[in-house]
């Protein structure tokens, strides 16, 4: 993007510099729509100056969370920056909204994006400025404690995601070892952990009732612009995906467990091969996994390729798994420059891969859409930017021959990708159901919160798993999943878009060009229509009902036993 309004030389280093930006707009007078969209134009631009700058401070502390200077930068943003902000924001945003030139934007888009911004101000309460502040704070102590969970094994030490390979090696009792390991590190932090959610949990329903509502869930729906799907439509998913998805998991570990030939299914047998063979190794260091992807990728298209190709001259790839990196894997899209970051820790597993070309499914869609006029354009919500990324996942996993020397490997690695979406929709449901009770009854204990989690893991997770004496191990499972410390309540839209990937996938294998045309003009849309229409231009429907659910999932299975 090129600046027009923003010197060009400017960069964010303190809010004294920054504020005459907001007050110029703030001052500026608008006689016409030409000039109302003139500062549009001019605020979103600042809006991506102010994004970039955050991102990078983001990026940077991830990659390397045991260095105070990057951390100190982070917060400094969150502290002395975008306090300040947030009620000059408020401003223009009720600037525009009174603005009586508004109703004569005609540009594709500017309605969902008022719709955004009048959202803001409805929920904008000056009180909340400084409790969004400490919880993006604490929010930021889950990845710095995750950061340093490590373990010792063959005199190493290595981070619990390089770890968790043993748990796919083929002797049980170096499983079972390296398991006990993991559950020893992980209950280290287990209280910890505890104390900092139940720091969240407060803070959060205290800026719930700030802004009139009488709990965070209600607050977040609006927050999270939900205007195409209720609450209501949510405990509908949990249902759903009790009757028809959960016995697919069942059905599959019983299977597991016959050709294991196991009498006691275990938690350290859920990842090993049922054939007995070694786990998959689709590359043996990053250079590979990139160089890979981007072949995969340009099978389906030369321009998905040519992106992962940009961002890696860039140098927006950061891989490998090392100590100090916070955990899990991101693509921060970077609204100046264009080109997003990928961010994650492979250790050469399958896993990798899946999480290679979700985050690469993500950076396409960031290419698609950044030509569109507004940051707030090039934003959409969850469940279409989910929908770019997992539908990746299924649409390369028609071409994995790339990473595969072998039909067998393929077809194990196909096995395993479709095992994951019938396992994904379970956890999902479990999870989203877990923050729906949180949040309804924020005055818990954790020993109320252990139980509730205890009996929707009992509904939505294996019923093969045997957890016998390690009832402590699957009480805190649920502290491994990073959206509930950093973004309460963004995790269903991967259950809704999971599902619109399944129909992208169907499209995709009945017609590569058309879907493919499809994907990429709904993609380019970026958040210029409302979800269903996004997925209308994508050849597919916004439906969670409990039908399709199963239609979908149905596919599914067949498509599984036929490889």
Known sequence: MQRHFIKSDFNITTWELLKPYFEGLQNRNIDSAEELEKCILDYSELGAVVSENMAWRYIKMTCDTANTQLRDSFNDFVQNIEPQMAPLTNELNKKIIASPFKNYLTKTGYDIYLRSIKNSIDLFREENIPLNTQLQELEQQFGAINGEQSIQH???????????????????????????????????????????????????????LNAGFKNFRDYKHQALARFDYSVQDCLNFHEAVKLYAVPLINEHDQRRKQKLKLDDYRPWDASVDEEGLPPLKPFTNAQELIDKTIECFNRIDTFFGDCIRTMHEMGRLDLDSRLGKAPGGYQYPLYETDVPFIFMNSVGLHRDLVTMVHEGGHAVHSFLDKNLDLVEFKSPPSEVAELASMSME???MEHWEVFFKTEEELKRAKRQQLEGVMDTLPWIAAIDKFQHWIYLNPEHSVEDRYKEWRKIIADFGSSVINYSGLENHLNRRWQIQLHLYEVPFYYIEYGFAQLGAVAVWRNYKNNPKEAIENYKKALALGYTKSIPEIYKAAGIKFDFSPDYIKELMNFVKEEYDKI
């Open 154 to 208: 063959n005199n190493e030490k290595i981070t619990l995601q390089k770890a968790a390979v043993y748990l796919k090696d083929l002797n049980r009792n170096l499983r079972e070892e390296v398991y006990y390991k993991i559950q020893n590190r992980r209950e280290q932090d287990e209280k910890a952990l505890n104390e900092l959610f139940t720091k969240l949990i407060h803070l959060r329903h205290q800026v719930a």
């Open 394 to 396: 299924l649409m390369s």
